[in-house]
């Protein structure tokens, strides 16, 4: 099947039956490939999940080699929100295409992100009409507190992880994304990285790892 993002698909070795799926979404000017590399630690541990990772669906302005999810050349939150939007109606058509060519389930799939990517996937959870098995983000934030308490549907499991030292997405989201989430009663983890700038290190991708073991195994 051709699905509506050009993706990296990495299906269970060895011809093994899929029962879960992870869906990684790469940050601002990145791409499928290198969002897939989150995979490489987490396969052995993971034998029966697929591993989806799509391409945004817009060339990156500043960067033609890679892409993004929403426009950032404008500093202006409305249009901000407005093209992200976009992203989450493109990225909800794609992940339907996901479920039904491989008979999955909300319950079935953690959304996972890293910085914008991982701004889409809190946006994609909270608003859809099925709870996911969870939503694991690195170095991200909420796009827009107000639309996101407004169109909320469903509940989620999260856990966020940012770098203490973020130079591009400032740690202090990662509390204002704790804070929002426990006074509209969502179930959040937060982990703060020590001496850790905008990327995701080994220490970031373990935890991730075994936040989604437990989340899959305790379906």
Not at 18 to 33: K, R, S, T
Not at 38 to 63: D, V
Not at 154 to 160: E, F, G, N, R, W
């Amino acid at each position: 099947m051709t699905f509506c993002l050009d993706s990296i698909i990495l299906k269970p070795e060895n011809d093994l039956e899929i029962e879960n799926a992870i869906i990684l979404l790469h940050g601002y000017g990145g791409d499928g490939q290198d969002i897939s590399m989150l995979s490489l630690g987490w396969r052995r541990h993971l034998p029966n999940t697929i591993f989806i990772c799509p391409n945004g669906h817009e060339k990156c302005k500043i960067n033609p080699s890679g892409y993004q999810w929403f426009d950032l050349s404008k500093d202006d939150p409305q249009y901000i929100l407005d093209e992200s939007k976009k992203a989450e109606t493109k990225l909800n058509k794609f992940i339907n295409e996901i479920k039904n060519e491989f008979n999955l389930q909300n319950n079935k799939i953690c959304l996972s992100g890293f910085s914008q990517g991982c701004m889409m996937s809190l946006n994609l959870g909270l608003i859809s009409d099925q709870r996911y098995s969870c939503i694991v983000g690195f170095s991200g934030k909420i796009i827009n507190q107000e639309y996101l308490m407004k169109k909320k549907n469903v509940d989620a499991d999260i856990l966020m992880i940012h770098g203490d030292a973020d130079e591009i997405v400032s740690p202090n989201f990662l509390l204002e994304a704790k804070d929002f989430f426990i006074r509209n009663n969502v179930n959040v983890e937060t982990q703060l990285i020590k001496n850790c700038g905008h990327h995701i290190p080994v220490e970031a991708s373990s935890i991730g790892l075994n936040y989604i073991l437990e989340k899959f195994n305790n379906r």
